[in-house]
Nanobody, 120 residues
Framework: QVQLVESGGGLVQAGGSLRLSCATSGRTSSILRMGWLRQAPGKERESVADISRSSGYTYYADSVQGRFTISRDKNTVYLQMNSLKPEDTALYYC???????????????WGQGTQVTVSS
């Protein structure tokens, strides 16, 4: 089992920044990939970014490329979000993948989510 706890969400004005954190515990040695996904009201959940736990290889959705940065240290994954837009408003989830499905929205474990709201 892997446990994930997100933090860092909140309310920010358009153009502002937020940094999300995801602390992992449990069988963290089994994790091959970590990712951030988001879901806005009435919309499907979408992958935002992911990172290989070993190589650091990253993937970004086109909608956040150049504005968001995913990074990791031993047991924590971060999502630095700059130049935020109202359309970035969503519930953001951290997720862990034990199979290395890079770029895929399929994960094995999920956090509870943290709300990000961007006002115009």
């Amino acid at each position: 089992q892997v446990q994930l706890v997100e933090s860092g969400g909140g309310l920010v004005q358009a153009g502002g920044s937020l940094r999300l954190s995801c602390a992992t515990s449990g069988r963290t040695s089994s994790i091959l990939r970590m990712g951030w996904l988001r879901q806005a009201p009435g919309k499907e959940r979408e992958s935002v970014a992911d990172i290989s736990r070993s190589s650091g290889y990253t993937y970004y959705a086109d909608s956040v490329q150049g504005r968001f940065t995913i990074s990791r240290d031993k047991n924590t994954v971060y999502l630095q979000m700059n130049s935020l837009k109202p359309e970035d408003t969503a519930l953001y989830y951290c997720a862990a993948d034990l199979s290395g499905r890079y770029g895929s929205p399929k994960y094995d474990y999920w956090g509870q989510g943290t709300q990000v709201t961007v006002s115009s």
